[in-house]
């Protein structure tokens, strides 16, 4: 009897939080749900899965309705579940203490601009300027204070270890993905840029290529390359990274590289065949635009240093080895994952502190505080600023495009069904091959895969869902 009590109090519990979807949504990192629920002392504590969260017994006379409330993180996370569990008194209040996600349950994709609308800006403008004014007037009447690095001119010492380690992961990145690329299928569309994970492509009618109006959007697959999952963004690179911006006739004479790599070079990786300036001493500035190097003649020469990290080096494609079995298949996917990992979290951290700018109106890309003047931008309406980009402040997935291809649910069917789009979730390229091969679906991913959408098993089906 005590078990079908329990049962139900704990379930009508659960249906009253249900009620309060948005109590969830403002909840921090270190706070959670709980529940008090009455319960005699001989009931069994197997009653509550350990999996929900610690419990704990705090000792009463009555019976208390369900309540919810908020209760602070847990500092012993090592505890046991039966050890948080104290009884005194015949009747006691048992906490059922759930973990509230950090990641929403289901979130749309980033919305998609067209070719005729402009990016909006990382920070609006009104909020930029009303920081710019705060500034002005924090400084007013105070000594002015000389630059930081990197605006000086120096390097950031503790980021350089940083910049070879995202490199590294870079160059690991794309070895991991050819590897894999052998034994998980990709698709790639023969006319437009779309991608699709799988043995066969996915049905739905979304070309934009040449003559998709004759195919009617329909896509044709073909064994796709690592190019095509992993977007090279290319920039110009800058021997002196605060030098004079690249004026259009000299746009074809300055050598473009990747945009990371870029960035990273002038984070403090040295390679020999990019050379960059690197100074010893602040720059002189003269005005907001000009400025002269300082005399570094009169410094010793530089004592030996300690041997930098070692760069690794892309394995060319004859000299791939795809994994033997299934164990390394999936020891090889969980890898990938983590340098994907670490290389996005470096390069958000590069970027941080050494700027990087994209156009507003298409995808190119200037590692440097200012963008260059080559009028090669062709995006919507180009004859009004006689081909000049509209730079502005870049975020993450300016410098590595995630490419969102839709998700597998089901290996043994991959064939999906184009009556039910609205039900399948999407993830990025990268994150959907290393899924395929075995790996855990990583925590922040989840949202969009919508892994926790029940999908219909027909069309009539589907018609029923409200």
């Not at 043995?199 to 004759?214: A, D, E, K, L, M």
């Not at 796709?224 to 030098?243: F, K, M, P, S, T």
């Amino acid at each position: 009897m005590h078990n079908s009590v329990a049962s139900s109090i704990l379930l009508s519990s659960l249906q009253w939080i249900s009620k309060f979807p948005s109590a969830t949504a403002e909840l921090e990192d270190d706070i959670f749900f709980y529940i008090s629920i009455s319960l005699p002392v001989c009931m069994s504590s197997g009653l509550i899965s350990p999996e929900l969260g610690t419990t704990s017994f705090l000792c009463k006379q009555r019976f208390l309705p369900p309540k919810v409330g908020i209760l602070r993180y847990n500092s012993c996370p090592d505890r046991e579940f039966f050890d948080s569990l104290k009884f005194s008194g015949r009747k006691c209040r048992q906490s059922l203490v759930i973990r509230c996600s950090d990641n929403p349950q289901n979130v749309d994709l980033p919305r998609y601009y067209s070719k005729k609308e402009k990016k909006p800006f990382p920070v609006p403008i009104v909020e930029l300027r009303r920081a710019a004014r705060e500034r002005m007037k924090s400084r007013k009447g105070q000594p002015k204070r000389p630059a930081p690095p990197p605006k000086n001119g120096l390097l950031v010492q503790r980021m350089i270890p940083l910049a070879y380690a995202v490199l590294n992961a870079r160059t690991m990145l794309i070895n991991n993905l050819k590897k894999l690329l052998k034994v998980v299928p990709v698709q790639a569309c023969k006319y437009c840029n779309e991608i699709h994970v799988g043995p066969v492509g996915h049905p739905f009618r979304s070309c934009q290529g040449t003559n998709s109006s004759i195919r009617k959007g329909k896509h044709e697959w073909v064994d796709a390359v690592v190019e095509d999952v992993i977007v090279q963004i290319e920039a110009y690179h800058l021997y002196d990274r605060l030098g004079k911006r690249i004026p259009h006739e000299e746009r074809f004479s300055v050598p473009r590289i990747p945009a990371l790599m870029e960035l990273c070079i002038q984070a403090g990786v040295d390679i020999p065949e990019y050379p960059t300036k690197r100074r010893r001493k602040p720059i002189i500035r003269i005005s907001k635009s000009e400025f002269i190097d300082a005399d570094e003649s009169e410094l010793p020469d530089l004592p030996p240093l300690d041997p930098k990290p070692v760069l690794l080096t892309e394995i060319p494609d004859p000299e791939i080895i795809p994994p033997s079995n299934k164990d390394e298949m999936v020891l090889l996917a969980e890898q990938t994952l983590q340098v994907w990992e670490k290389m996005r979290t470096g390069a958000n951290r590069l970027m941080k502190m050494y700027p990087v700018r994209v156009c507003g109106y298409c995808p190119e890309i200037h590692v440097g505080p200012s963008g260059h003047k080559a009028q090669n931008c062709g995006a919507f309406k180009h004859q009004q600023r006689n081909g000049q980009h509209g730079w502005q402040s870049a975020v993450l997935d300016d410098l590595i495009p995630p490419r969102y291809v839709w998700h597998v649910p089901n290996l043994e069917e991959p064939m999906l069904q184009k009556e039910l789009r609205n039900f399948y979730g999407q993830a990025p390229a990268v994150v959907e091959i290393c899924v395929q091969s075995g790996a855990a679906v990583p925590e922040q991913y989840k949202p969009t895969m919508r892994l926790d959408v029940g999908i219909p098993s027909s069309v009539s089906e589907a018609e029923m869902v409200v």
